[in-house]
């Protein structure tokens, strides 16, 4: 590995500050103690967010590799990857993993359309933007286990005022209106924290540019793809990431409207059935970390894809 | 030229009438059904046509919804406390100091921003085993405290960031000592940004359902969401319903209340951290 020099960047800035403080040991005195105290002061966030979470994917990792059924504690044993052949080879794990996949690009896609239209209502309508963005932002602020149950009972024959819109048979017994129900509730739920993040990007758009592509006679639709979506793309990304990421754990929504039955069980279902009702720590832990691994092999496509977009590179963008 | 400003503020308005009733209308339902009487629960029709309070009158009856709540409320109170106080040290750190390590640090928060929550359910359930924590507050608090800072942090030094802190000093210039600066210029800057922070932790923490229901068994420390999901009725022969959607009435019309109250500061917090809560 060679190391590649870092850019000049670092040894500018000290020299910029000496410029404005006073003598050299004055300076590495502040220095150093403006160093100290910023550890100090990120130390207790730093210590609870790695202990919290980089400690138990690393005892994930170690448990994955075990025989471990907390009913049957004493067959407790190495059995290297194993869990991983045994879960990888399971029909319900790829049920699972395809439901999940669908869901994830079904609603991030429904919601990227939704949000824009929603985003663009609450940046530029004429009357009662106040309602509106008010209005929006209701779904965001209710639990979503709460609105799962408004849904359920919405589309529960007799009870409901859905139940009866399609056909006259109970949508939430099967399959493919389970999961477009499902998928129904996480759009609701969702899409105004998409329209919020693509109005930050939209309130960045230059009314100037706007007023100029339309006096050279570009039509509503050009001025939207060719000037909005240029100059919105960074948050058009980060909206997108987050999102995407975000559907990836869909769970409570389907642990109410359906509890996984008829194949609807997303991977973060079956995890947790395998842990609270199976009991079984090896294989939910396997699981644990392939959900782990997904998610990150997730997030790395979409930061290579689209870089410095990325929201890391924090200095970028902001409102 | 009138003609067409009216046209687009009709079209405009009925765009806004459809969002408005897209947002509203699973709300209303769930508040309607609270209302219904157990005989026109299930007659389908949207508005109740007798209305009573019983729903709610069962359900602060019962041991079972007003210990939920009450863990609700302090386990979100005690984390988003944490959480804010933490967050506002680092944050401080961030957009003041100039220290090796805090790239790092904006990094972590994001990778745990984007964390999948399950992939620790399994490993913590047995650590927290082990440690005596499961089925406790703190078993709660600490995922919790720990899936919030990245929000804390990210909302909280964009707000830290827009601080005039030249005024602090202007402040001891004039005369006044350290903590009059602190007190009497910083704080009533930062406050909305700290009050901000909280309200969209709070939300985050009042909404999980994943971790309390795998970190939790008993109703020490089962939240609302859970018990929720656990209602079986007063009485065995009872429909759950009624109870079931007067339970979620009475955790949602806080939450509502209070992003109807501070819409503006919730959407730039929001906005500026580019963090879901």
């Given at each position: 590995m060679s190391v590649r020099s870092e850019p000049v960047l670092p040894a500018l800035v000290p020299a910029q500050r000496a410029g404005r403080r006073l003598g050299k040991t004055a300076l590495s005195e502040n220095k150093r103690a403006e160093r100290k105290l910023g550890w100090l002061l990120c130390a207790p966030a730093a210590l609870v967010m790695?202990?919290?979470?980089?400690?138990?994917?690393?005892?994930?990792?170690?448990?994955?590799?075990?025989?471990?059924?907390?009913?049957?504690?004493?067959?407790?044993?190495?059995?290297?990857?194993?869990?991983?052949?045994?879960?990888?080879?399971?029909?319900?794990?790829?049920?699972?993993?395809?439901?999940?996949?669908?869901?994830?690009?079904?609603?991030?896609?429904?919601?990227?359309?939704?949000?824009?239209?929603?985003a663009l209502i609450m940046h530029r309508t004429l009357v009662g933007r106040g309602i509106v963005?008010?209005?929006?932002?209701?779904?965001?602020?209710?639990?979503?286990?709460?609105?799962?149950?408004?849904?359920?009972?919405?589309?529960?024959?007799?009870?409901?005022?859905?139940?009866?819109?399609?056909?006259?048979?109970?949508?939430?017994?099967?399959?493919?209106?389970?999961?477009?129900?499902?998928?129904?509730?996480?759009?609701?739920?969702?899409?105004?924290?998409?329209?919020?993040?693509?109005?930050?990007?939209?309130?960045?758009?230059?009314?100037?540019?706007?007023?100029?592509?339309?006096?050279?006679?570009?039509?509503?639709?050009?001025?939207?793809?060719?000037?909005?979506?240029?100059?919105?793309?960074?948050?058009?990304?980060?909206?997108?990431?987050?999102?995407?990421?975000?559907?990836?754990?869909?769970?409570?929504?389907?642990?109410?409207?359906?509890?996984?039955?008829?194949?609807?069980?997303?991977?973060?279902?079956?995890?947790?059935?395998?842990?609270?009702?199976?009991?079984?720590?090896?294989?939910?832990?396997?699981?644990?970390?392939l959900i782990f691994l997904t998610v990150a092999a997730i997030a790395f496509v979409f930061v290579k894809l689209f870089g410095t977009a990325a929201p890391g590179s924090d200095d970028g963008e902001r409102r | 030229m009138a003609d067409t400003t009216t046209r687009a503020k009709l079209r405009w308005g009925l765009l806004d009438v459809i969002v408005v009733v897209f947002a509203l209308v699973p709300v209303l339902w769930i508040a309607s059904l609270s209302f219904k009487t157990p005989a026109t629960l299930t007659d389908g029709r949207f508005w109740p046509r007798e209305w009573t309070l019983d729903n709610y009158r069962s359900i602060f009856d019962t041991d079972q919804f007003v210990r939920?709540?009450?863990?609700?409320?302090?386990?979100?109170?005690?984390?988003?406390?944490?959480?804010?106080?933490?967050?506002?040290?680092?944050?401080?750190?961030?957009?003041?100091?100039?220290?090796?390590?805090?790239?790092?640090?904006?990094?972590?928060?994001?990778?745990?921003?984007?964390?999948?929550?399950?992939?620790?359910?399994?490993?913590?359930?047995?650590?927290?085993?082990?440690?005596?924590?499961?089925?406790?507050?703190?078993?709660?608090?600490?995922?919790?405290?720990?899936?919030?800072?990245?929000?804390?942090?990210?909302?909280?030094?964009?707000?830290?960031?827009?601080?005039?802190?030249?005024?602090e000093k202007a402040a001891k210039m004039d005369g006044a000592t350290q903590g009059q600066a602190f007190r009497r210029v910083i704080a009533p800057l930062a406050a909305p940004g700290l009050f901000t922070t909280a309200i969209l932790v709070f939300i985050f923490c009042w909404n999980d359902f994943l971790f309390a229901i795998t970190l939790t068994s008993t109703e020490r420390a089962r939240t609302v969401p859970v018990a929720l999901s656990f209602f079986t009725g007063e009485s065995q022969f009872e429909d759950p319903t009624g109870a079931i959607c007067a339970a979620a009435v009475v955790i949602t019309v806080p939450i509502v209340a209070f992003v109807l109250f501070f819409q503006r500061r919730i959407v730039s917090g929001l906005t500026s951290g580019a963090v879901k809560g």
């Open positions: 790695v202990l919290v979470t980089a400690y138990p994917i690393g005892y994930s990792i170690w448990l994955s590799l075990q025989r471990y059924d907390l009913r049957f504690p004493d067959q407790r044993e190495f059995i290297g990857l194993e869990n991983y052949v045994t879960v990888l080879t399971n029909e319900f794990w790829w049920t699972a993993f395809g439901v999940t996949m669908l869901i994830t690009v079904v609603t991030v896609a429904v919601e990227l359309a939704l949000g824009m239209g929603l963005r008010t209005a929006a932002l209701i779904p965001y602020g209710i639990v979503t286990v709460v609105a799962a149950f408004s849904w359920r009972y919405a589309w529960t024959p007799g009870t409901g005022y859905l139940a009866n819109l399609f056909s006259d048979g109970a949508p939430l017994t099967e399959r493919a209106s389970s999961l477009a129900i499902v998928m129904l509730a996480e759009i609701w739920k969702t899409t105004p924290f998409m329209a919020l993040l693509l109005m930050a990007g939209l309130a960045l758009v230059p009314e100037d540019l706007l007023k100029a592509a339309s006096t050279d006679g570009a039509t509503a639709w050009q001025r939207f793809t060719r000037v909005m979506l240029p100059v919105m793309k960074p948050a058009i990304l980060v909206a997108l990431l987050f999102r995407t990421l975000d559907a990836f754990r869909v769970f409570d929504n389907i642990y109410v409207l359906t509890a996984g039955g008829n194949e609807t069980s997303s991977v973060s279902m079956l995890a947790y059935n395998n842990l609270i009702r199976g009991l079984n720590l090896g294989i939910g832990s396997t699981m644990s970390v | 939920a709540l009450v863990n609700s409320v302090g386990i979100a109170l005690i984390a988003t406390l944490v959480a804010v106080v933490l967050g506002a040290m680092a944050a401080y750190a961030i957009s003041r100091l100039d220290f090796p390590g805090k790239k790092l640090l904006v990094g972590v928060a994001l990778l745990i921003a984007m964390f999948p929550q399950v992939s620790l359910v399994s490993p913590l359930f047995e650590i927290e085993r082990q440690l005596g924590l499961f089925d406790t507050w703190p078993g709660l608090i600490l995922p919790y405290i720990t899936f919030a800072l990245p929000l804390a942090i990210y909302t909280l030094s964009a707000f830290f960031k827009q601080i005039p802190w030249d005024l």
